[in-house]
């Protein structure tokens, strides 16, 4: 039995207990599935032989990318860095919408009214309303979110308001962010002041941009910051953290459980 010793988002690694080889496996072709790991028999590349790894990391895909661009920074490479923490950006931006106008809603229905079918119709509608969103975009839908704040609490009315979401992708008037509250026009405001978005288009496009420490380390450190006060504020979950009802909300200061 061998322990995971390096996991992210695509692979996990481990030494094969019959002849010590280090074995790394991708999720998608080698295990079958992204759940993470309890337990799993997967054979080593080297010899051949059976072994059972477990002790997964449980994280979301977002935080995956963000260990991967402290990974990149720690080693110099700030262009991978800044490819990855811009991705976790946009992932984290999509798991807003999903949090908020399908995982809520669904949960928030007692189990036995608990439809698939419902869930997946929702998914799929909030994945084709933001199909066409780009980075920014995808930005402007979270600082929308912010100051709209969204709470369908029912299946019908996430379908109500999924309807509304081809708006959220325009940017917000400074006039509209002036009028919110302290902490909530803070968090708009860093949304808009993002520096990784724009040096992310610098680095990936045709110019190849190499970007300074200095320009990176903020990206890795205050930005992060933000990201997680955006997420407690519009308490920000993927499915498992609703499923287990751990979604905490720094606005009324609970999780919000299973009904």
């Not at 692979?11 to 019959?18: G, I, K, W």
């Not at 800044?82 to 919408?97: D, G, L, N, R």
């Not at 509250?181 to 045709?206: E, F, M, P, Y």
Request: hydrophobic fraction near 40%; proline fraction near 5%.
């Amino acid at each position: 039995m061998a322990d995971i010793a390096d996991a992210n988002y695509e692979t996990v690694a481990a030494t094969c207990d019959l002849c010590a080889a280090p074995c790394i496996f991708s999720r998608i072709d080698d295990i079958g599935n992204v759940m993470p790991i309890s337990g799993k028999r997967v054979s080593c590349f080297d010899c051949g032989g059976q072994f059972w790894i477990k002790g997964d990391t449980v994280n979301t895909a977002y935080q995956f990318l963000i260990d991967d661009a402290r990974e990149h920074f720690a080693l110099k490479r700030y262009m991978p860095a800044i490819a990855s923490v811009a991705q976790a950006w946009e992932v984290f931006f999509a798991t807003c919408a999903l949090s908020t106008f399908v995982y809520r809603p669904f949960f928030a229905s007692p189990p036995v009214d608990q439809d698939v079918d419902d869930l997946n119709r929702l998914y799929r509608a909030v994945r084709a309303a933001t199909a066409k969103f780009t980075w920014f975009p995808m930005r402007n839908l979270a600082m929308n979110m912010l100051i709209r704040d969204p709470r369908p609490l029912t299946v019908a009315e996430a379908d109500a308001a999924i309807k509304e979401l081809a708006g959220f992708g325009n940017k917000p008037s400074r006039k509209t962010v002036s009028l919110l509250a302290d902490d909530t026009r803070g968090l708009a405001d860093g949304l808009a002041n993002l520096s990784v978005g724009t040096l992310r288009n610098d680095v990936v496009h045709k110019h190849a941009y190499r970007p300074k420490r200095s320009q990176v380390e903020p990206c890795l450190t205050s930005e992060i910051s933000l990201l997680y006060r955006v997420k407690h504020h519009l308490g920000v979950g993927d499915f498992l953290e609703h499923q287990a009802g751990a979604v905490y909300e720094s606005r009324n200061g609970s999780s919000r459980s299973r009904h």
